[in-house]
């Protein structure tokens, strides 16, 4: 039938970059594995999302058009459904970690610089910003407009919930690293440096290895 | 994460199946499959394989590994080898499973095949536990995990993190004293 077959034929042109379909499908896995295991928000990846959902799009609509051939329909999507399922989860977490981090997150946001990019994408940002509110709101309504003038004030820096950057991930190496800083110097033990030998796989702090996860030379499990 | 969710990976799985009709190649979004002929064999992932199973349109054939000897032959490494030994696949457990439960029919011998991988994973959870007790009581930061599969680290992940997390605050703040009460740690979740 060709016109199903009529989809991947084309190149799936992302912002010129040469990305298969299958390379942007793994990809979007990894990010989602990276993003439901790391404790702090990771970069956002809406370019792939974005990408897949486009996909999603063009394959319901060669479906539609399909004629009762019930099978291919019914494997393309299972398929559909499975790819579904990951981009949902995987935004799901980033907004779980909006929620409980909006604070922080608008701090963030406030102190980059121009060029350095947003980890949020444009929604998350607004929904922050009013998630933020509603939670001030209510606060203030349900309890502290009824307290003693002077303890009307929540002071952020102690009630501002921070991501545990220190918490314990298990990660599989994608690509030798030599000399990774583990453990800084203190009083008792030395500084410990570590080898990462590709097809390895480790637990160790997040905050040590966090900038080789945004740049892909491991993968959270 | 959820073992569902361990599933779900390992159901990209590819495996070999022999079909009962005939289909010209079909282009996913994940690559190209097909085509289907009839008698013919041909490699699908795991969770088309399953579904083609249930409305009796193939045969699955078992993975290489999943045979009576070489399953022993893995089991008695296992329990010779201090560490943990390679599996034949990062999914064996979630596999076996499935076509334990889905396909049970094209699997000859399933009953021991069941008991010896249930056996393998035994072996392994156990010698996990041991050296999980061991790793903490020794105050290592950080460990190399080689050769263990996803599920087996899915199973012992919530302790192994929270404790390990719950220890490395005890040490911080031993050394570190007061580090003032602004931030407001939060608990890790899976």
Redesign the interface.
Known sequence: MSDISNLIEEDSDNDGEAMTAAEVLQKLEEAWLNEKFAPDLLENKSDIVDCMMDQLQEMENNIKLAKRGDFKVSLHRMEIDRIRFIISSYLRRRLEKVERFAVCVLEAEEKRDDEEASRLTPEEHQYAKDYQESVEMHMKNLALRHMPPNSQKMDPNLTTIRPNVDSYVFLKVNKHQEGVLVEEESSDAGEEVLDLVKGDQHIIRYRPISSLVENGSVTLM | ?DPS?VE?LAEKELIRVVPN?S???????????GPFNPGLQIDIPL??AL?LKQRQKCRILPPDWMDVEKLEEIKQNEHDSKYFTEMPSQHYMEITQLLLKQAISDIPQADVIRTLVKDIWDLRVAKLRSSIDTFIKSDT????????T?ME?NTV?PF??KS??QM??LK?NL?GGDMG????????Q?
Do not use: C, P, V
Request: cysteine-free.
């Open positions: 994460m969710e779900f009709f289909q010209d190649k079909i282009y996913l979004i994940g690559g190209e499959i969770w088309m579904n930061t950080h460990a190399k995990l080689n050769f263990l996803l680290i992940r192994l993190t390990l997390d490395h605050k911080t050394h009460n602004s931030t407001i740690e939060s608990q890790s899976d």
